[in-house]
């Protein structure tokens, strides 16, 4: 990979384990990057990678449940994030389910790719899109749906 992308790790305390295997699996790969992390998933990437020998740079911020969500949202909405991997627990109620909702949110505001479980996050980690100095994301359209104009463009396309 010719760049080095900044990539935003979070998982929740049931998948905490996953999201550190995971980073295992993947660091050959995410060594060249800079991590940043909520605070008890990066300590633990952070230990899991030096008991191995594996050097990176791990930013921690706060644990999601005092804000550290709240502080890579802001990462976002900054530009400061290439890519995010969220590992949610999607089986047990989150104390702070509103953090969780506006880093989705801005991440899909600010056209982030998100991946939310290990499959969606190797297909990303593996896009040949990294290295495409051509390729520029397609940058979302939030406009008031207009019937007429969508029926013109639709066909335009379709013929």
């Not at 790790?9 to 550190?20: E, S, Y």
């Not at 790719?113 to 390729?135: G, K, Q």
């Not at 406009?143 to 013109?152: C, L, P, S, Y």
Request: hydrophobic share 40%; net charge negative.
């Amino acid at each position: 990979m010719k760049k080095k992308l900044t990539i935003a790790l979070v998982a929740h305390d049931h998948r905490k384990a996953d999201m550190v295997d995971w980073c295992y699996q993947n660091s050959g790969f995410l060594a060249q990057h800079h991590l940043v992390c909520t605070g008890t998933t990066g300590a633990l990437i952070r230990e899991a990678y030096e008991e191995k020998g594996i050097q990176t740079e791990i930013t921690c911020m706060n644990s999601g449940p005092l804000g550290g969500d709240a502080e890579i949202a802001a990462m976002v909405v900054r530009h400061e994030i290439d890519l995010a991997v969220f590992l949610i627990d999607d089986l047990n109620p989150q104390p702070h389910e509103a953090d969780i909702m506006m880093l989705l949110r801005q991440c899909r505001v600010h056209n982030v790719p998100i991946a939310c479980n290990r499959y969606s996050a190797d297909l990303m980690l593996t896009s040949t899109l990294w290295d495409d100095d051509n390729y520029v994301p397609t940058k979302p359209l939030y406009e008031n749906f207009d019937r007429a104009a969508f029926d013109a463009i639709y066909k335009k396309i379709r013929h």
